[in-house]
């Protein structure tokens, strides 16, 4: 409840009680607080999220690669489904084999062979109008 409804409602003769609030300055966020392994399990949690969030994605970015292929390519459905199932094997075989807390492994290995595809995502937001 925000302050415009809290004063509206006592206005009215409700009595409401305030909700607890907890200031917290920039500076008392500083290193200072946090130890090594707060930080490590911070950053395993928000990780962790991203990895939900990423589930719940996942599904429109497969479609989008998968009417790429269908459109530009002319892929049709067998091709499709036989490319959508080995993607999605490599995926996890991927996330499995190097542990990693990060959501995409391959761009690492990508970019160990040469291939930048951070590179080429900037080179499409440039020259998105």
């Keep these: 409840m925000n302050r415009r409804e809290r004063r509206k409602l006592q206005k009215q003769g409700v009595q409401v009680p305030?909700?607890?609030?907890?200031?917290?300055?920039?500076?008392?966020?500083?290193?200072?607080?946090?130890?090594?392994?707060?930080?490590?399990?911070?950053?395993?949690e928000i990780n962790q999220q991203c990895l939900e969030a990423d589930a719940r994605f996942s599904l429109d970015?497969?479609?989008?690669?998968?009417?790429?292929?269908?459109?530009?390519?002319?892929?049709?459905e067998k091709r499709l489904h036989d490319f959508y199932l080995a993607m999605a094997k490599e995926h996890r075989?991927?996330?499995?084999?190097?542990?990693m807390d990060d959501l995409y492994p391959e761009r690492y290995k990508l970019k160990e062979k040469g291939i930048d595809v951070e590179k080429w995502q900037e080179e499409v937001l440039r020259d998105d109008p």
Excluded: F
Excluded at 18 to 44: C, Q, V, W
Excluded at 93 to 99: A, D, F, G, N
């Design 18 to 44: 305030k909700d607890p609030s907890i200031n917290i300055k920039l500076s008392d966020l500083g290193r200072g607080i946090m130890t090594p392994a707060m930080e490590s399990a911070m950053m395993h």
């Design 93 to 99: 075989r991927m996330r499995e084999y190097y542990q």
């Design 61 to 76: 970015l497969d479609t989008m690669v998968l009417w790429t292929l269908y459109q530009c390519y002319g892929w049709r």
